[in-house]
């Protein structure tokens, strides 16, 4: 049962644009979403989160907005950079969970000068 | 800011035998840490809570027996994944946290595990 689905496996964009990665929950419970960078053979690297009585929250380049209700959350990067170009996953956490978080299953983004 | 130190980095072990990865906190203390196992093209998924100075709590589908796991100091968590098998190669990551979740548990690196 994935609580945590990102259902695009891969994303192209040129640099400059806009990138938008998407991820859906279904555990009502999720309280907070973080989003994560990732190379290979290396540990996730924190990003950006978002608690769930908020519905957007900006950290320069990144934007992470929440739709409660859809039970959606997605990371805007702006203007996007080639070394930006790794897998992004999105994870949720409950307040009840004491600090679990349950990850989605990656999107690769890649940047093209 | 946090940083966690995890080791070794890559192993290579023969089926039946033993392999130690160790997650340590350097600059904090963390009474919980999280170990996290990664197929290629996979997500991450959480295997198990451990606890300083109690028992880890493992997620379903989890063979404590086999992953044995050690929390005996506050900078210091143990995986020994016991009589390793090919099935059990993987990708394991710790993380560990002295802040709110909304800071972002800093990962350890990783280890790349490979059993022949």
């Known amino acids: 049962d994935q609580q945590v689905k990102q259902n695009s496996p891969s994303l192209s964009v040129q640099e400059g644009r806009i990138s938008i990665l998407n991820c859906d929950y279904t555990?009502?419970?999720?309280?907070?979403f973080l989003w994560y960078k990732k190379y290979p053979a290396e540990g996730p690297t924190f990003l950006i989160s978002i608690s769930s009585i908020k519905d957007k929250n900006e950290d320069g380049r990144f934007t992470v907005f929440l739709n409660k209700s859809a039970k959606h959350l997605s990371l805007h990067i702006v203007p996007s950079q080639p070394g930006d170009s790794a897998v992004y996953f999105c994870?949720?956490?409950?307040?009840?969970?004491?600090?679990?978080?349950?990850f989605g299953q990656g999107t690769i983004l890649t940047v093209h000068p | 800011g946090a940083v966690v130190s995890q080791h070794p980095s890559w192993v290579i072990c023969k089926s039946g035998t033993s392999v130690k990865i160790e997650c340590r906190s350097l600059d904090f203390q963390a009474t919980t840490m999280f170990w996290y196992r990664q197929f290629p093209k996979q997500s991450l998924m959480l295997m198990a809570t451990s606890n300083e100075g109690s028992k880890a709590t493992y997620e379903q589908g989890v063979e404590k027996d086999k992953f044995l796991i050690n929390h005996a100091s506050l900078t210091l968590s143990t995986l020994t994944v016991t009589s390793a098998h090919p099935e059990d190669s993987s990708f394991y990551i710790c993380?560990?946290?002295?802040?709110?979740?909304?800071?972002?548990?800093?990962f350890g690196s990783g280890t790349r595990l490979t059993v022949v």
């Open positions: 994870a949720a956490s409950a307040s009840t969970s004491y600090g679990k978080l349950t």
């Open positions: 993380s560990a946290s002295r802040q709110a979740v909304l800071r972002g548990y800093t």
């Open positions: 555990n009502s419970m999720f309280d907070y």
